[in-house]
């Protein structure tokens, strides 16, 4: 079976740059595993497997994409047997005009919401730049995108996917450089506290903390020898002491289906990686106050790389059976150069660490500028709020103010008094003892007139 790419090792790993594929991303499908003994096996239980990101600012797009054109089968087939410059040089992306309408649909509609993400991201960016008011090209701007086609921003065509396999294979490729550059940056950052450290230290103290940081220093490089990554050395140790086999009985070919975990035919950088452990427990204990574990991880980088090196011959970061077993007849796999660790010669010189203190100290004024200025927005934000808070009491004691004159004036001009909100408030009054005496005899007569019987009505007939 041709080695297939497979997605799958995106998915099983961490996030650790640049242990994928070198395509195995772009254009992969989760591959069938392979039954080597017939129909007798018994069926594994199937392991969930980790959500994995890449790193990349499109991953999310880009795992999306492949899990839709897993679901095809045509699309599925093709790639299954498709090799390294099938996917690299695009072949493969003009299959996409076979897959299924609805694997189309879906994947149109992933592209429009990659678009307006995208667009978000940018409106986001010039919102942040203080460029509010500029007047947004949205199809300029979105060239800057390289993974998919600025131009056509509804649809998913070959285009599409053969941007989304280049990008991610170059930003991959990219990957492990950056992350030396990270490391080198955090060495200097550490070596950068060191120092100013000591120097808030008095003379006696200083010496004395020097004295331990040397200690811990030596105490580091005091451990057993390191293997060369890849060498016979080093993998009959792994045979040993991992497989518990005899060291005398190392067989490559054996050794490589041994750590072949996923049966895939080939060894991925992870199942590499993997080889390095008992090498790096030689100089790293994470319970040791010495040793420090971003070095680790650095060491394990070097390590792959150096096998990459020296065994990857067609570059397409996965070492085959046939490459393994040629590596194992080279000069080098029986007599190794001795491998230097992190700890022979530091990663960065004095003068890029000048140059990443003087960047600090810009950085350290920037912030500084910006607090300050915040802290005067503060102040003005607290003046013009007590000034707000009294203009509302004045606003308060004139209202206050005006309507007890309202009522004072309605009161000498004998007006009902008014409500809250300038309604009329009609209340009834009480009468006066001699307006009660002064208005009884008219009401008696009034009552005496009322009792009176009533006149006969005129003008009837006579009843005999």
């Given at each position: 079976?041709?080695?297939?790419?497979?997605?799958?090792?995106?998915?099983?790993?961490?996030?650790?740059?640049g242990w994928l594929l070198l395509l195995s991303i772009a254009a992969g499908v989760l591959s069938v595993p392979i039954d080597r003994n017939g129909g007798n096996q018994?069926?594994?239980?199937?392991?969930?497997?980790?959500?994995?990101?890449?790193?990349?600012?499109?991953?999310?797009?880009?795992r999306e994409v492949i899990e839709v054109l897993e679901t095809d089968p045509h699309f599925r087939e093709k790639l299954q047997t498709a090799n390294t410059e099938d996917i690299k040089n695009g072949r493969l992306s003009k299959e996409l005009d076979l897959v299924s309408h609805h694997v189309r649909t879906?994947?149109?509609?992933?592209?429009?919401?990659?678009?307006?993400?995208l667009r978000m991201l940018l409106k986001a960016k010039l919102d942040s730049t203080n460029t509010q008011s500029v007047q947004m090209d949205h199809a300029s701007l979105l060239k800057q995108f390289e993974h998919l086609d600025p131009h056509n921003q509804n649809t998913f065509e070959a285009k599409d996917l053969e941007l989304l396999i280049s990008t991610a294979t170059k930003d991959l490729e990219n990957y492990d450089a950056e992350r030396h550059e990270e490391f080198k940056r955090y060495e200097m950052l550490k070596e950068h506290e060191r120092r100013e450290y000591l120097k808030g230290l008095d003379q006696e103290k200083r010496e004395k903390e020097e004295k331990r940081m040397q200690e811990l220093k030596e105490k580091h490089r005091q451990h057993p020898k390191v293997n060369a990554p890849g060498s016979v050395a080093q993998l009959r140790e792994v045979w040993e002491e991992t497989d518990g086999l005899d060291p005398q009985e190392f067989n490559p070919k054996t050794f490589f289906k041994l750590h072949d975990t996923n049966e895939d035919g080939v060894l991925d950088e992870q199942e590499l990686e993997a080889l390095f452990t008992k090498e790096l427990e030689k100089v790293y204990d994470p319970k040791n106050e010495e040793d420090d574990m971003m070095e680790m991880e650095e060491e394990r980088l070097r390590m792959r790389e150096h096998v990459m090196?020296?065994?990857?011959?067609?570059?397409?970061?996965?070492?085959?059976?046939?490459?393994?077993?040629k590596s194992t007849e080279k000069k080098e796999f029986n007599n190794p150069k001795e491998w230097e660790t992190l700890?022979?010669?530091?990663?960065?010189?004095?003068e890029e660490l000048q140059r990443f203190e003087a960047e600090l100290r810009d950085k350290e004024e920037e912030l500084k500028r910006r607090a300050e200025t915040l802290r005067q927005e503060q102040e003005l934000?607290?003046?013009?709020?007590k000034a707000l808070e009294a203009q509302r009491r004045e606003y308060q004691q004139a209202v206050l103010e005006m309507s007890q004159r309202q009522k004072e004036q309605q009161a000498a001009d004998g007006q009902p008094p008014a409500g809250p909100n300038g309604e009329l408030q009609f209340q009834p009054q009480t009468q006066k003892p001699e307006d009660k005496e002064a208005k009884a005899p008219a009401e008696q007569q009034a009552e005496a007139?009322?009792?009176?019987?009533?006149?006969?009505?005129?003008n009837l007939p006579l009843h005999t």
């Open positions: 079976m041709k080695n297939s790419l497979k997605i799958v090792k995106l998915r099983r790993m961490k996030l650790k740059p018994e069926p594994k239980e199937e392991v969930p497997e980790e959500n994995m990101d890449t790193g990349l600012y499109y991953d999310r797009y880009l879906r994947l149109d509609e992933l592209k429009r919401q990659e678009v307006s993400r090196r020296n065994v990857d011959t067609n570059k397409d970061r996965l070492v085959s059976l046939e490459e393994f077993l700890d022979t010669e530091p990663v960065y010189t004095e934000l607290k003046e013009r709020g007139q009322n009792s009176l019987p009533a006149e006969p009505p005129q």
